[in-house]
């Protein structure tokens, strides 16, 4: 079935510094793939996404590539905000599944002032 | 705000009862989906629903049941309910049927079982 492996946190980075989420997926089709970001006391809540091979999503500073030969969609940002701290999950939609989602772990960010 | 609204906001109950969580879609979407978030098994995907059919399911106990009704609002029913049901619950929905959307989500019901 399909998965989505994300790396472990929690990550924590001083204020400024580069960020990197790594995530690896496995899926029987083409699948659309997201990061979304969860807030404490929130729900989710969409960062960005990419439907096909070599699209780039970005938002906020945010960016992930889609990247078909390597089965990954990292998360990156060049500068985190204190205001960035938050629980962040990669997740796929599987189009040869009825779109059935699938979501990683989770990791945490927190970045100290 | 994501326009999806879930009731109710806290849930207090006892092994072996059972409970219904509710779930409004965002106006003009469709599709709504539900979603359990524990602390050891992380987000789990249950049940889609889109135009009150369902799409696609997902790891669902056999003690949980949902249904999308004409007005397409959901509902989530909980029965026989164990403490390891202790979660959040999440509802999403989306426009489409589900590849490729964006999800928007509830604030969550946070079910808790003594």
């Known amino acids: 079935g399909d998965s989505v492996t994300q790396m472990e946190g929690p990550v924590t980075l001083s204020e400024e510094a580069f960020l990197t989420i790594n995530c690896t997926y496995t899926?029987?089709?083409?699948?659309?793939l997201f990061w979304y970001v969860q807030y404490p006391g929130e729900g989710l809540q969409l960062l960005l996404k990419a439907t096909k091979a070599d699209d780039k999503g970005s938002n906020k500073g945010f960016e992930a590539t889609y990247r078909k030969e390597t089965t990954s969609f990292h998360l990156e940002k060049g500068s985190v905000q204190v205001s960035d701290s938050a629980v962040y999950f990669c997740a796929l939609s599987d189009r040869t599944n009825a779109g059935k989602s699938t979501f990683g772990d989770g990791t945490t960010l927190t970045v100290k002032p | 705000d994501s326009g999806v609204t879930q009731t109710p906001k806290h849930l207090i109950t006892a092994t072996g009862q059972r409970v219904t969580l509710r779930c409004s879609p965002r106006?003009?979407?469709?599709?709504v989906y539900w979603y359990q978030q524990s602390l050891d098994q992380g987000l789990q995907f249950l049940i889609q629903?889109?135009?009150?059919?369902?799409?696609a399911k997902g790891n669902i106990l056999e003690r949980f049941s949902a249904q999308q009704f004409p007005d397409l609002h959901s509902e989530l029913n909980l029965s026989s309910l164990e403490l390891g049901d202790s979660a959040l619950y999440f509802c999403?929905?989306?426009?489409?049927?589900?590849?490729?959307?964006?999800?928007?989500f509830g604030p969550g019901t946070r079910l808790t079982v003594l």
């Open positions: 629903y889109y135009n009150g059919e369902e799409r």
């Open positions: 999403a929905s989306s426009v489409g049927p589900g590849q490729g959307d964006e999800q928007f």
């Open positions: 106006s003009g979407d469709l599709s």
């Open positions: 899926a029987t089709g083409y699948p659309s």
